[in-house]
C-alpha cells in the first residue's frame, strides 16, 4: 500500500487534489509531493511551511536542478542555432565574382557582429539578475522559515520549563500534604498511648484501692475476732477486768464500721452478738459487690442483657476462654474477630479487653474514639467499637 502510494505521489499525471490526500494518508511522502512537476503552488507553498526542513532542502535541490536544466538548454538551443546558420552558409551558391562576395560577407559579419553581440550581452545580464532575485528570495524564505522554527522550539522549551515548574509545585504540594498526614497521624498516636498510659495509672490505682480496702477488712476482722474471744472468755469467767463493758462498746462500734464498709470490693458479713458464746461457729463471710443490671445495646436498636460477671464479644467466640463466661455472638461482618473482646465486672465496674483482635477496641464517640491496647483491661462506660464501626452502648443500671 505504502509503495503504490509513492509511485501514485511521484507520477507526474497525479492531480494535485490527489497528492493532497496521498500526505494525509503517509506523511512521509512530503518529500515525494513536493518535486512532483503537476504540484500546484498552494499545496507547494503548505508544504514548505509545513513539511520541515527536508522538504525545504528537497524543493531548494529541485529548484537549482532546474536552474541548471535551462542553462543546459539555453546553451544547447544556442549550438544548435549556430551549426544551423553554418549549415545554411554552406548551402548558398557561389557568386559570380567569389571575391567580392567574400569580402561583402566579411564586411557583413564585422557590422552585424556589435550589434548581434549587445543584445546578447542584455539577456544574459538579465538572466543572471533575476537568478540572482530568485536566489535572493529563496535564501530570504529560508532564513524566515529557519527563524520561525527556532521561535517555535523556544517556545516549545519555555512551556516545558513551565510544565516542570507546576509539576514540582504540585509535588511540594504533595510532600507537603503528606507530612500533615504524619504529623497527624503521630499526634494521634500520642493521645492513644497517653489514653492507654492513664488507662494503666487508674487501674494500678484501683487495684491498688482494693488491696487497702481487702487489708483493712482483714484487719477489722481480726480485731472482731480479738473481741469475740475476749467476750466468750468473759463469759465464761476468765475475764472479771472492769473494762468488759468498754471492750463490748468498742466491738459493736468495730461492727458498724464493717457495715459500713460493703462498698469496698470485699466486706466482712456482721456476725450475730450470739454467736460470740460458741468458738466453734465462728465463720466469717465475704461478700462480692453486688452487680447491677447490665446490657448492650447496638446499632439497630437491639438489646443484648449481660447475665453474666465475664462476658466474650465477637463473631463466632470460641475456646478456652469462653468457659464459665457468657458468650454473645455478634451478627457483623467479618471487621470484627471470632473472639474479638472480653468484659469483666469486678469493683463495681465494667471493663474491658481486646482480645488481641485484628481491627482493636476504641472507647467513646466518634471521631474522639480511643483505640487502646490489647490484654489490657480498661474501664468502660457507655459506647465503644469493636473494629472500624460496629458501635455497642453498655447500660448498667445503678
Not at 489514653?195 to 480496702?213: G, H, L, W
Not at 463471710?285 to 443490671?293: D, H, K, L, M, Y
Amino acid at each position: 500500500m505504502s509503495q503504490s502510494l509513492a509511485e501514485e505521489a511521484a507520477n507526474p499525471r497525479t492531480t494535485p487534489q490527489r497528492m493532497r490526500e496521498i500526505i494525509k494518508k503517509d506523511r512521509s511522502l512530503y518529500v515525494t509531493v513536493a518535486c512532483n512537476p503537476n504540484v500546484d503552488e498552494p499545496l507547494r507553498q503548505w508544504l514548505w511551511t509545513n513539511g520541515g526542513t527536508a522538504v525545504q532542502e528537497a524543493m531548494v535541490e529541485q529548484y537549482e536542478r532546474a536552474v541548471k536544466a535551462q542553462e543546459k538548454a539555453r546553451a544547447a538551443k544556442k549550438l544548435a542555432d549556430l551549426k544551423a546558420k553554418d549549415a545554411q552558409k554552406a548551402t548558398q551558391k557561389p557568386a559570380s565574382n567569389p571575391d567580392l562576395l567574400k569580402n561583402a560577407e566579411k564586411a557583413a559579419d564585422v557590422l552585424s557582429a556589435p550589434a548581434q553581440a549587445a543584445p546578447s550581452r542584455r539577456s544574459e545580464a538579465k538572466r543572471k539578475h533575476a537568478e540572482q532575485e530568485r536566489d535572493a528570495d529563496l535564501r530570504a524564505v529560508i532564513e524566515k522559515r529557519q527563524a520561525e522554527e527556532a521561535a517555535r522550539l523556544k517556545a516549545i522549551e519555555e512551556a516545558r520549563l513551565t510544565e516542570e515548574q507546576k509539576l514540582q509545585a504540585l509535588r511540594d504540594k504533595r510532600d507537603e500534604e503528606e507530612r500533615r498526614l504524619a504529623e497527624v497521624a503521630r499526634r494521634r498516636e500520642e493521645e492513644r498511648q497517653a489514653v492507654n498510659n492513664r488507662a494503666r495509672v487508674e487501674q494500678a490505682a484501683r487495684d491498688e484501692e482494693e488491696r487497702r480496702s481487702r487489708e483493712a477488712a482483714i484487719a477489722r476482722v481480726e480485731e472482731e475476732k480479738r473481741l469475740r474471744e475476749a467476750a466468750i472468755a468473759r463469759a465464761k469467767g476468765q475475764d472479771s477486768s472492769p473494762s468488759a463493758v468498754n471492750l463490748e462498746n468498742e466491738l459493736a462500734s468495730i461492727q458498724a464500721e464493717v457495715a459500713q464498709g460493703r462498698r469496698s470490693s470485699v466486706a466482712a458479713q456482721q456476725v450475730p452478738q450470739s454467736d460470740f458464746l460458741d468458738e466453734d461457729d465462728e465463720t466469717i463471710i465475704v461478700n462480692a459487690v453486688e452487680r447491677p443490671i447490665s446490657s448492650l445495646l447496638t446499632a439497630d436498636g437491639e438489646t443484648i442483657n449481660l447475665t453474666q460477671d465475664i462476658v466474650i464479644l465477637g463473631r463466632k467466640p470460641r475456646g478456652p476462654i469462653t468457659r464459665g463466661a457468657q458468650v454473645v455472638n455478634l451478627n457483623v461482618d467479618r471487621t470484627v474477630s471470632k473472639t474479638h473482646a472480653r468484659l469483666v465486672f469486678h469493683d463495681g465496674d465494667w471493663y474491658i479487653t481486646d482480645l488481641n483482635s485484628t481491627n482493636g477496641v476504641s472507647l467513646g464517640r466518634k471521631p474522639n474514639d480511643v483505640e487502646i491496647t490489647p490484654d489490657v483491661e480498661v474501664k468502660v462506660e457507655g459506647e465503644f467499637t469493636l473494629g472500624p464501626n460496629y458501635t455497642l452502648t453498655l447500660v448498667a443500671q445503678r
